[in-house]
């Protein structure tokens, strides 16, 4: 079977111990979830209305409860202002099961 290169990019990976996450962020939603990975980025509601960039910051404080790290180790990199984004989440601690399940594929698959 052909390797498969052409693969999109993958919505978490490792550098060094920051985990990068790729996020399309679904604002006022009923409530803080992580939802399933669609294409090269990881669904993630939030509970909190798209305003001065307060869904995103909902956002991180929710994901590091998820990923046991405080809310000051989670970088956004780029989308504090729209539903695209990407975070560098230091050292997580804890990885919620969508995303230990791809990491998990991306090893079998190197």
Do not use: Y
Not at 40 to 51: D, H
Not at 90 to 104: F, M, N, R, T, Y
Request: hydrophobic share 40%; proline share 5%; with cysteine.
């Amino acid at each position: 079977m052909a390797h498969m290169t052409s693969q999109t990019t993958p919505f978490c990976s490792w550098e060094g111990k920051t985990l990068v996450l790729n996020i399309l962020g679904t604002p006022s939603a009923k409530k803080d979830a992580i939802g399933k990975a669609k294409g090269s980025q990881l669904n993630v509601s939030v509970t909190a209305a798209p305003v001065a960039g307060r869904a995103t910051d909902h956002m991180v404080r929710f994901l590091a409860k998820e990923f046991g790290v405080a809310p000051n180790d989670i970088d956004v990199v780029f989308g504090r202002f729209n539903v695209n984004k990407q975070l560098r989440i230091k050292s997580p601690k804890s990885l919620p099961s969508v995303i230990s399940k791809e990491l998990a594929l991306q090893k079998t698959d190197a």
